[in-house]
């Protein structure tokens, strides 16, 4: 006990210390602390928007895709995908965890919404794929493509899915491990 | 809140917030990367911010939830006009900075949430603060502050 008490005490000391020397830290002017604090946000709000300019971007280019001899079919499924995308980007970011609330709560929210993140490939794979296959058997049916130019196609879609699904498949083994982590010690204090 | 009043409440409450920064990060640009990020998040609710509550915890919330809850693989992005200190705490040549380290180093060993109550108990916050903050009943952190002290015992 006495060990402990010795501990605290020179914890709450060195918490003085630290305090004071943090009290002699500056911030730089007002400017560069707004500077500072819009590029941030700009480099954010960059991570979800330019999927969705891109998006945007696609629907207005999709006409080319009927002078490229794709069906009506094809363009109009592609368009709603694209729209999709971008109103799922919009509302999850309208629903984003506010930092105020009590630590639990945050945490809570926080580790919910990585993991509905990580798990969008649940809708959005098998979507995604079933539009792949529905375009290859409309550019054999319609355009034509000869099976030389074909099977490139093919195999160049497949190494691509390969290593993207790799890499999203670790990303988000990792994202979920670490927001089950955050869940488990919310339910541990909850508990004590 | 005007962009001034912001200001100002930042300047006011720096320590606060880098010393939550300072005791979730392992170096100087971690804390600055951080610090910003707190700053962000702390515009941002600003809005929601209705004084319902004391100013002092909200901060301490903002600050500890962004901490808590940072993601720190994506940080390595391009950083611009970074917010550097001028105390360089991780510099260990200077003997408050080793006290500094030391506190840092036996705080750095708890979990993210006992971090943040024996912080907010150092900080000489009452129990029913330190439950309001953390989301917990004041009992609660009565007996989670004793199995922290156990744990730094036997860290000894």
């Not at chain 2, 943040?116 to 900080?123: F, N, R, T």
Request: proline share 2%; aromatic share 8%; charged share 25%.
């Amino acid at each position: 006990m006495e060990t402990t008490d010795n501990t605290l005490l020179e914890m709450q000391q060195q918490m003085q210390q630290l305090r004071k020397q943090l009290d002699a830290q500056k911030i730089v002017n007002g400017r560069m602390l707004r500077q500072a604090m819009n590029q941030t946000a700009n480099r954010l709000r960059f991570k979800y928007f330019v999927p969705c300019i891109f998006a945007v971007a696609g629907i207005f280019l999709s006409p080319a895709l009927l002078s490229l001899g794709f069906s009506l079919p094809v363009v109009i499924s592609y368009i709603a995908m694209m729209l999709a995308g971008v109103a799922a980007t919009v509302i999850i970011n309208v629903h984003l965890p506010r930092m105020d609330k009590d630590l639990v709560t945050a945490a809570s929210e926080v580790s919910k919404f990585r993991k509905l993140n990580a798990n969008w490939y649940k809708v959005g794979a098998p979507v995604g794929l079933a539009w792949l296959a529905f375009m290859i058997w409309d550019m054999v049916k319609n355009i034509g493509v000869d099976a030389e130019k074909l099977y490139g196609l093919i195999g160049g879609i497949a190494v691509g899915l390969i290593i993207g699904g790799l890499l999203g498949w670790k990303n988000r083994r990792d994202v979920l491990d670490a927001a089950d982590d955050l869940l488990d010690q919310i339910d541990e204090l909850r508990n004590s | 809140m005007t962009e001034r009043e912001f200001e100002t409440m930042v300047r006011e409450h720096r320590s606060t917030i880098y010393t939550v920064c300072y005791m979730f990060s392992t170096d100087k640009d971690e804390v600055a990367d951080l610090f910003q990020e707190v700053l962000i998040n702390l515009w941002k609710g600003s809005g929601f911010f209705r004084g319902d509550s004391a100013l002092n915890s909200w901060i301490w919330k903002v600050a500890l939830n962004t901490c808590i809850s940072s993601d720190r693989k994506k940080k390595r992005g391009i950083r611009t006009e970074p917010l550097s200190m001028d105390v360089d705490l991780f510099d260990t040549s200077a003997e408050d900075n080793r006290q500094a380290g030391l506190l840092r180093e036996r705080i750095g060993k708890l979990g993210p949430f006992d971090r943040a109550i024996v912080l907010l108990w150092l900080e000489n916050l009452s129990y029913e603060e330190i439950g309001q903050i953390v989301g917990i009943s004041p009992s609660n952190v009565s007996v989670r502050l004793v199995r922290i002290k156990d744990q730094l015992k036997k860290m000894q």
